[in-house]
């Protein structure tokens, strides 16, 4: 029977394997997606190096007396050898397997003959031996989990990157100066003619931003006994539910007040593709006199983009080629020079085309937090952050749909 300090060993030794691969999984999630760890992945692969830190340190002296336990029993099962073999004269040997029948009857012969050692050869190979399978000791088999868990959910935010989120300010409220009348410069009408005049207006924007968050409370058994870890997968889909919200919630603000935009038909070429690419275009640069221009795209409407503009050498093409591979890392190709993205929060047979002067998004995310309440034994968990989208010209956000 396994000593208790070797199955707490062990206990430890899985739970660094599995912090470990964690952390891995975290790392190969943002190199496949071409981005650098966000802040809920950063914070999760350091609360899995401070866990990691305090196993090595429990588990440290329980494999110093696991060292001197099996050295000890090494010792042991020398002096039992010595002490049979003074006992006795024989040599305990290893198990007797003879490669052909052939040999089994030469040691027949041989013992018949009065050989000591052929003769010891026939007795420990004769010897009845239970044969003990793993359906003898189901007790004894841990169950098996192998991996992370499995989740479908991409956390990233395709739409939220492309605007680029600025940290909101302290307070949770503030305004935004906008100017709705220009100054006015126009042609003297002769010399000595007044020139134009007209003042300048600004006036305020007021922005709050919105609490994104949710909790669960677990309790300390479930904290104590599962592996994987719960707690720490309850944080990472935490964090992944607060990406997708806050990502719907930006689709669901742009398609509210776009400006109407072209239609692409349901087969359409090129040609068609890249007209309403630029139809949109104009209309969004006309609407905020400049910005960077971006387009983000619904799933089906790859579609209708892929096809058309081939990602292996594009000849006369309106893209240098898109990769499908690429969509789930934001920004994945360039439609006419436009910089494009796939968001799953978008409706079906739309994109959305907008300039950086139309759009702001603000963030502060807060990230986890934790609260132990000791009457029921339970810890609550939970995970937030502050969020907000401002549309600075609506008409500067323009929607592209497909029959």
Known sequence: MPAPSDALLARYQSELEERSQFQQQLVTSATEQGRDLNDSERELYERANARMAELERQAAPLREGARIAADSRARMAELEGAFA????????????????????VVDLIRAGMGNADAGQRLEVYNRAAAHQTTGDNPGLLPEQIIGPVISNIDASRPLVDLIGPQQVPSGGSWTRPRITQHTLVGKQTAEKTELPSRKLVIEKVPVAADTYGGYVNVSRQNIDWTSPAIMDIVIGDLGDQYALETEQAAADDLIAIAA????IPATPDMMAIATAVWTAAGQAVAATKGGRLSLVVSPDMLGLLGPIMPGVNPTNAQSTGMQAGQFGSGAFASVSGVGSAMSWALPPKTALMFTSKAVEAWEDRIGSLQVVEPSVLGTQVAYAGYFNVLVLEATGVVKITST
């Open 85 to 104: 073999t003074a006992r006795t004269g024989n040599r305990a040997g290893p198990a007797v397997e003879y490669r052909s029948a052939g040999a089994y």
């Open 260 to 263: 109407v935009g072209p239609v």
